[in-house]
């Protein structure tokens, strides 16, 4: 537990705010569970604070300002180090000179671009660009978060959560990530199964579904590293919640007003689906008709059947072994399947007004109608967040596996993953990572601007979301909005270029920033 006491003051008679009924209710706190106390005021308060030295810590900021709020929680997550000292002697267990050499663990810091030989000037330009594009309509809220040498410089929100205005966002809120799904889970599952052994990206997809041998040869012989770069001849998508409609219209039996035994699959609130139908997609994925092997054709389909294969390989849901796996161990709270379980709904970004599937606003629920039908858990999309819990898998990704002081990849594996799989010498090809998107080479289109490595890798997501790591520029870029509210008709984001203009604003500032050598643009590994 971590408690803190708040409106403090510095006289004395008052007893610096803190009354001794409120020491009390501390001290029961602590008697109960492992205790960190968090003191906004003069040290002296210790001296009657009967058993304060039960406590399993202490931490003095002396004063209650927003600075030292900021510092005290970076001090005791780990984001920074602390190696101060008591000035006077509060009793007997607190002298003069008492305190504890703590090293930062490696979670993000957070602290001024000044501090890093950039300036805050140069990044007051992303300002304008999420505000125009507010203005434009082009979503009616955002956040942007940008990390450079493993420490926030920038983590802002921005606008509201509808056109309505009827509530700020904040940087803790969630937003569907759409298909940053597919990296920052389904991808990552696999990175650490391949790093225990038991995935082999040369192995074809039957030798992990067995059952698919026989009746469906074609996908049992794709490859691996095919369905990642996209290339395993799959359609892009298949439009499954058709197959549940009628004259726009669920069909009889199919959907539910209420939970139950037979209709237990939420796709919105208040509207459930029957069971069988989470199972029916991979059945439904394997008879949709196949087209060119070896082209380059963006597809959610072998997702599902990635999400298949994980499943049966760690013997759990992809939601329940993400988490465990890599979300929990992070200190990533916020990123998470079905928020709504987990999270009040003001807290979560709607999406789209859904007319031809599920007939009502989609908020805390995916917005991807065939995730929907797998119950909001999927490989392709479905999962929620804060931009600076992204940013936590995007930084482990970047510093090659670890995070936080913890090593969850091996870099042998961030490395195969987030190259090029099928370049080209003259820069063409399929420009895909396994999972992951890289930069387009020779200007021919892709989702970053032209100051990015080659090194460099992420995703976008088609709610209107981005996560993107240059390891040789050191920076990680996460840009969140809820662009398909209220309808997904019309995509202003991508046409004004929103995204690309705050990562060219973001790069601009990492290039000038004084005494560290400018990195070129486009470099590294091909």
């Given at each position: 537990?971590?408690?803190?006491?708040?409106?403090?003051?510095?006289?004395?008679?008052?007893?610096?705010?803190?009354?001794?009924?409120?020491?009390?209710?501390?001290?029961?706190?602590?008697?109960?569970?492992?205790?960190?106390?968090?003191?906004?005021?003069?040290?002296?308060?210790?001296?009657?604070?009967?058993?304060?030295?039960?406590?399993?810590?202490?931490?003095?900021?002396?004063?209650?300002?927003?600075?030292?709020?900021?510092?005290?929680?970076?001090?005791?997550?780990?984001?920074?180090?602390?190696?101060?000292?008591?000035?006077?002697?509060?009793?007997?267990?607190?002298?003069?000179?008492d305190g504890l050499d703590l090293q930062p663990t490696g979670c993000f810091p957070y602290v001024l671009p000044e501090a890093l030989g950039m300036r805050s000037i140069d990044l007051k330009s992303i300002d304008d660009i999420v505000a125009n594009g507010i203005k434009q309509q082009a979503y009616p809220g955002a956040q942007v978060l940008?990390?450079?040498?493993?420490?926030?410089?920038?983590?802002?929100?921005?606008?509201?959560?509808?056109?309505?205005?009827?509530?700020?966002?904040?940087?803790?809120?969630?937003?569907?990530?759409?298909?940053?799904?597919?990296?920052?889970?389904?991808?990552?599952?696999?990175?650490?199964?391949?790093?225990?052994?038991?995935?082999?990206?040369?192995?074809?997809?039957?030798?992990?579904?067995?059952?698919?041998?026989?009746?469906?040869?074609?996908?049992?012989?794709?490859?691996l590293r095919d369905i990642l770069t996209h290339q395993a001849g799959l359609k892009p998508f298949s439009p499954f919640q058709n197959k549940l409609m009628k004259d726009g219209r669920f069909k009889p039996g199919v959907a539910s007003d209420t939970a139950s035994a037979t209709h237990g699959v939420r796709v919105a609130e208040g509207l459930?689906?029957?069971?069988?139908?989470?199972?029916?997609?991979?059945?439904?994925?394997?008879?949709?008709?196949?087209?060119?092997?070896?082209?380059?054709?963006?597809?959610?389909?072998?997702?599902?059947?990635?999400?298949?294969?994980?499943?049966?390989?760690?013997?759990?849901?992809?939601?329940?072994?993400?988490?465990?796996?890599?979300?929990?161990?992070?200190?990533?709270?916020?990123?998470?399947?079905?928020?709504?379980?987990?999270?009040?709904?003001?807290?979560?970004?709607?999406?789209?007004?859904?007319?031809?599937?599920?007939?009502?606003?989609?908020?805390?629920?995916?917005?991807?109608?065939?995730?929907?039908?797998?119950?909001?858990?999927?490989?392709?999309?479905?999962?929620?967040?804060?931009?600076?819990?992204?940013?936590?898998?995007?930084?482990?990704?970047?510093?090659?596996?670890?995070?936080?002081?913890?090593?969850?990849?091996?870099?042998?594996?961030?490395?195969?993953?987030?190259?090029?799989?099928?370049?080209?010498?003259?820069?063409?090809?399929?420009?895909?990572?396994?999972?992951?998107?890289?930069?387009?080479?020779?200007?021919?289109?892709?989702?970053?601007?032209?100051?990015?490595?080659?090194?460099?890798?992420?995703?976008?997501?088609?709610?209107?979301?981005?996560?993107?790591?240059?390891?040789?520029?050191?920076?990680?870029?996460?840009?969140?909005?809820?662009?398909?509210?209220?309808?997904?008709?019309?995509?202003?984001?991508?046409?004004?270029?929103?995204?690309?203009?705050?990562?060219?604003?973001?790069?601009?500032?990492?290039?000038?920033?004084?005494?560290?050598?400018?990195?070129?643009?486009?470099?590294g590994s091909k």
């Amino acid at each position: 537990m971590v408690v803190s006491v708040h409106n403090t003051t510095w006289r004395v008679n008052k007893d610096f705010g803190i009354p001794d009924i409120t020491m009390d209710i501390v001290r029961e706190i602590a008697a109960r569970k492992p205790t960190a106390f968090v003191l906004f005021a003069n040290p002296y308060r210790l001296a009657r604070a009967y058993g304060a030295h039960l406590l399993a810590s202490v931490v003095v900021a002396y004063e209650e300002t927003e600075e030292t709020q900021d510092l005290a929680a970076q001090a005791l997550f780990g984001g920074i180090g602390s190696n101060g000292r008591l000035p006077v002697t509060a009793n007997s267990f607190f002298r003069m000179g008492d305190g504890l050499d703590l090293q930062p663990t490696g979670c993000f810091p957070y602290v001024l671009p000044e501090a890093l030989g950039m300036r805050s000037i140069d990044l007051k330009s992303i300002d304008d660009i999420v505000a125009n594009g507010i203005k434009q309509q082009a979503y009616p809220g955002a956040q942007v978060l940008v990390a450079v040498d493993g420490q926030v410089i920038w983590n802002k929100a921005y606008g509201n959560s509808t056109y309505e205005k009827n509530r700020r966002v904040r940087t803790d809120d969630l937003y569907d990530f759409a298909s940053i799904t597919k990296v920052a889970s389904t991808t990552l599952a696999l990175m650490k199964l391949v790093d225990e052994g038991q995935v082999d990206m040369d192995k074809p997809l039957g030798h992990y579904l067995t059952e698919i041998e026989g009746e469906h040869t074609a996908h049992a012989r794709m490859s691996l590293r095919d369905i990642l770069t996209h290339q395993a001849g799959l359609k892009p998508f298949s439009p499954f919640q058709n197959k549940l409609m009628k004259d726009g219209r669920f069909k009889p039996g199919v959907a539910s007003d209420t939970a139950s035994a037979t209709h237990g699959v939420r796709v919105a609130e208040g509207l459930y689906i029957r069971n069988e139908y989470r199972d029916s997609l991979l059945h439904w994925v394997l008879n949709t008709p196949l087209e060119q092997k070896g082209q380059y054709v963006y597809s959610d389909m072998g997702y599902y059947l990635l999400q298949e294969m994980i499943e049966r390989i760690t013997g759990q849901p992809l939601d329940r072994y993400v988490r465990a796996s890599f979300y929990e161990p992070m200190g990533a709270t916020t990123l998470t399947y079905r928020p709504h379980e987990r999270f009040p709904k003001e807290r979560i970004a709607p999406t789209e007004y859904d007319v031809a599937f599920r007939g009502r606003q989609i908020q805390g629920d995916v917005h991807d109608p065939g995730a929907a039908i797998k119950g909001g858990v999927a490989g392709h999309a479905g999962l929620f967040g804060s931009a600076n819990d992204l940013a936590k898998v995007m930084q482990l990704l970047s510093t090659g596996g670890s995070y936080g002081g913890q090593r969850y990849l091996s870099e042998r594996v961030v490395q195969e993953f987030t190259k090029c799989q099928f370049c080209k010498p003259d820069g063409s090809g399929n420009r895909r990572g396994l999972g992951w998107d890289k930069p387009a080479r020779n200007g021919k289109g892709g989702p970053t601007c032209d100051c990015v490595s080659y090194a460099s890798f992420g995703h976008t997501g088609f709610t209107g979301t981005m996560a993107w790591a240059d390891p040789e520029q050191r920076v990680v870029y996460i840009f969140l909005s809820n662009r398909v509210y209220p309808n997904a008709t019309a995509n202003k984001l991508l046409e004004l270029g929103i995204r690309t203009k705050v990562q060219e604003a973001v790069h601009a500032a990492v290039a000038a920033r004084k005494g560290v050598e400018r990195l070129p643009a486009r470099s590294g590994s091909k």
